[in-house]
C-alpha cells in the first residue's frame, strides 16, 4: 500500500548570496542561517489557505495569489492538475526583508517544498524549480534563480541561463567559509537594479567573463589562491556601494582580515566574505560588523560553510 500522506510538513529554507560578486544573476550559494520556515498541513476548504504569518511585522499579504510562498504552492498544484487540493500554509520569517539574503525566495522555495511533501513528494527537488522560481518573481517581477537555486538545491549554483533555468551545482571546497553581516537598512531590489546601467562597455564585460571563469576554476579546484584573484566585481559593485554605508571601509577590513574577497550580497545591504577557514571567517565577520557598528548601524554576523542541504523537513 503506498504510504499515507503526513498529516503537517515544516520545513526550513536557507538564505543565500546571489552574484557573489562576478557572477552577476547566473551564481548563488546557500549558507546555513537564517532562514524562513514554512508549516503546511491537509486544509479543510479547497486551495491553498494561508492562515498565519509571523515575523514580518504585518507587512505579508496572506493572499496567498500575492505572498511568495503562496504563489509557488499554487503554481505546483496547478502544474500538477490539483488547484482544488485543500492545503493550509503558516509562514515563519526569520529573516529580514530587502536584505540580500534571498527573503523572498526562502519563502517561495519553503512553499513549494513543503506541499510537495505534503503531497507525497511527486516531483524532485530540481523539478521543483520553475514554481519557486515564479514564487520570487512574483515579489520582484525579475525571473532569476541565483537565490532560489541554492536555496533549493544547496551548496554554490551556477546558472547557464535563467530563461531555460540550467542551472548546476559545483563542489564547494572543504575548507571554504563566508562570513556574511546584515546592517540593518533595506535596500529594495528594484532600487539596486535601476542602478545598474543599461550598456557595459566591452573592456568591463571581458574583465568580469575572466573573473567568473577564475572563480568556477578555482572553487572546482580548490585553488583558493584563484578565488581570491577573481572575487571582483567591475560592473554592479562599484554603483551599489553607495547605497551602503562605509562599503570600502568594511572592505578594506574584510581584506586586511584575511578574507579571500568580499562584495555585496545580491542587491544588498548584506555584504559578504569568502574565506579559507572558520577562525578567518569569524575574524573577518568581527571586524566588517564592527565597521557597520562604529557608523552607527546594528548589524548581524553570520559564519558559515557552504549549506550543502538547501531546503529540508526540519522536526515540529
Known amino acids: 500500500m503506498p504510504e499515507k500522506d503526513p498529516e503537517e510538513i515544516r520545513v526550513f529554507a536557507p538564505a543565500t548570496v546571489a552574484n557573489v560578486a562576478c557572477g552577476y544573476d547566473?551564481?548563488?550559494?546557500?549558507?546555513?542561517?537564517?532562514?524562513?520556515?514554512?508549516?503546511?498541513?491537509?486544509?479543510?476548504k479547497p486551495g491553498v489557505h494561508i492562515t498565519k504569518i509571523t515575523g514580518d511585522g504585518g507587512k505579508l499579504p496572506k493572499n496567498p495569489g500575492?505572498?511568495?510562498?503562496?504563489?509557488?504552492?499554487?503554481?505546483?498544484?496547478?502544474h500538477l492538475g490539483m488547484t482544488d487540493r485543500p492545503v493550509e500554509m503558516e509562514i515563519?520569517?526569520?529573516m529580514p526583508f530587502g536584505s540580500g539574503l534571498g527573503s523572498s525566495a526562502a519563502s517561495a522555495v519553503a512553499g513549494a517544498y513543503a506541499v510537495n511533501k505534503l503531497i507525497g513528494e511527486p516531483l524532485t527537488k530540481r523539478q521543483l524549480l520553475p514554481f519557486a522560481t515564479a514564487g520570487e518573481a512574483s515579489a520582484d517581477g525579475a525571473w532569476h534563480a541565483d537565490n532560489v537555486a541554492p536555496c533549493l538545491l544547496g551548496g554554490i549554483v551556477f546558472i547557464r541561463s535563467n530563461e531555460e533555468l540550467d542551472v548546476s551545482q559545483l563542489p564547494a571546497p572543504a575548507n571554504l567559509w563566508a562570513a556574511v553581516v546584515h546592517p540593518d537598512i533595506e535596500i529594495l531590489t528594484k532600487v539596486a537594479r535601476d542602478i545598474l546601467p543599461a550598456d557595459i562597455p566591452l573592456g568591463n564585460?571581458?574583465?568580469?567573463?575572466?573573473?567568473?571563469?577564475?572563480?568556477?576554476?578555482?572553487?572546482?579546484?580548490?585553488?583558493y589562491g584563484l578565488i581570491s584573484r577573481s572575487i571582483h566585481d567591475v560592473i554592479a559593485e562599484?554603483?551599489?556601494?553607495?547605497?551602503?554605508p562605509d562599503f570600502y571601509k568594511a572592505k578594506r577590513a574584510a581584506m586586511a582580515g584575511g578574507a579571500l574577497g568580499f562584495s555585496i550580497s545580491g542587491a544588498g545591504p548584506s555584504v559578504f566574505a569568502l574565506c579559507e577557514g572558520e577562525g578567518t571567517a569569524r575574524h573577518v565577520a568581527d571586524a566588517v560588523s564592527a565597521v557597520f557598528t562604529a557608523v552607527p548601524l546594528s548589524n548581524q554576523a553570520y559564519v558559515s560553510r557552504i549549506n550543502p542541504r538547501g531546503v529540508h523537513v526540519i522536526d515540529v
Open 26 to 44: 547566473v551564481l548563488g550559494f546557500a549558507i546555513n542561517a537564517p532562514g524562513d520556515e514554512v508549516v503546511v498541513r491537509h486544509g479543510t
Open 66 to 78: 500575492q505572498n511568495t510562498a503562496g504563489v509557488a504552492a499554487m503554481d505546483l498544484l496547478r
Open 92 to 94: 515563519h520569517k526569520k
Open 205 to 223: 564585460a571581458t574583465q568580469q567573463i575572466g573573473n567568473l571563469g577564475g572563480l568556477l576554476c578555482g572553487i572546482i579546484q580548490e585553488d
Open 238 to 244: 562599484p554603483r551599489r556601494q553607495k547605497l551602503i
